[in-house]
C-alpha cells in the first residue's frame, strides 16, 4: 500500500515569506507526528496529532509555526515569516500503534 | 523529561568489521524501536522490542533490550557498504501523551 507522502519535496523561500508542508499520512494510521530535523542531526519534534486533535503542541519553536489535520487525514504545517534559522529537514511520521512510525520522505525547507 | 543517549556518535569502519551501537537512559521505557535513515529518505522501522531481556534478529543485526527496559543495543555482524546511515533509538512510554523519545543516533559509515 501507499507509504507517508509529503509536499514539496523541496521548498526554497525568501525570508519573511510564508510557507506550508503537507502530509498524507497511511490510511487508517490515527497518530501523525511532525519532526525537525537539521543536517546529520537526530529528530526534534513539533507536534503530535491523534485522529485531529493535538494532546502535545510542546514541542513548536514558536507562535510563528502551526499546524492543523482535518478528517483524521492530512496534515499541514505552516511556518509564517519564515527566518533563515527555519532551514531544515521537515519530517511527517505516522502510526496505528503509537510506538511504530513509519515516515515520508521530508521536506527539504531552505530560506535565503 | 525521558531522554536517550546514543553512542558512539559517530562510526567508521572496514566493511566485514563487527560494531555494536548503544541507547542508554535512566528512564524505564514500555518498549524501544529501532531505525535506520539512509542520505534524503525519512527513517525507516527496523524492529521494536517490548520484554526486557528480549533479542531479536534481522539477518546479520542483533537488536536486545536491557532487563530493566531501560537500554538496548544493536550489533551488526560483518558489516557491509549498504549498512551506512544514521541508527536512530526511540523509547515509548504510554504515559508520556503517546510521544516517542528519539535518541541523537548514530551515524554510521562502512567503507569498502
Known amino acids: 500500500g501507499a507509504g507517508v507522502s509529503q509536499s514539496p519535496s523541496n521548498k526554497v523561500t525568501e525570508k519573511g515569506k510564508d510557507v506550508e508542508l503537507r502530509c498524507d499520512p497511511i490510511?487508517?494510521?490515527?497518530?501523525l507526528y511532525w519532526y525537525r530535523q537539521s543536517l546529520g542531526q537526530g529528530l526534534e519534534f513539533l507536534i503530535y496529532?491523534?485522529?485531529?486533535?493535538?494532546?502535545?503542541k510542546s514541542g513548536l519553536p514558536s507562535d510563528r509555526f502551526s499546524a492543523e489535520r482535518t478528517g483524521g487525514s492530512v496534515s499541514t504545517l505552516t511556518i509564517q515569516r519564515t527566518q533563515q534559522e527555519d532551514s531544515a529537514v521537515y519530517l511527517c511520521?505516522?502510526?496505528?500503534?503509537?510506538?511504530?512510525?513509519?515516515f515520508g520522505p521530508g521536506t527539504r525547507l531552505t530560506v535565503t | 523529561t525521558q531522554l536517550l543517549e546514543q553512542s558512539p556518535q559517530f562510526l567508521s569502519i572496514q566493511e566485514g568489521e563487527n560494531l555494536t551501537v548503544y541507547c542508554n537512559s535512566s528512564?524505564?521505557?514500555?518498549?524501544l524501536q529501532w531505525y535506520r535513515q539512509e542520505p534524503g529518505e525519512g527513517p525507516v522501522l527496523l524492529v521494536t522490542?517490548?520484554?526486557?531481556?528480549e533479542v531479536k534478529k534481522l539477518k546479520r543485526l542483533t537488536f536486545q533490550f536491557g532487563d530493566a527496559r531501560k537500554d538496548s543495543s544493536l550489533h551488526i555482524t560483518a558489516a557491509q557498504p549498504g549498512d551506512t546511515g544514521l541508527y536512530l533509538c526511540a523509547g515509548f512510554y504510554y504515559t508520556n501523551a503517546g510521544k516517542s523519545t528519539f535518541g541523537d543516533g548514530t551515524t554510521l559509515t562502512v567503507k569498502p
Open positions: 511520521a505516522s502510526s496505528f500503534q503509537t510506538y511504530e512510525q513509519y
Open positions: 522490542v517490548v520484554t526486557g531481556g
Open positions: 528512564s524505564v521505557f514500555s518498549s
Open positions: 496529532f491523534q485522529g485531529n486533535s493535538a494532546p502535545d
Open positions: 490510511s487508517g494510521h490515527t497518530a
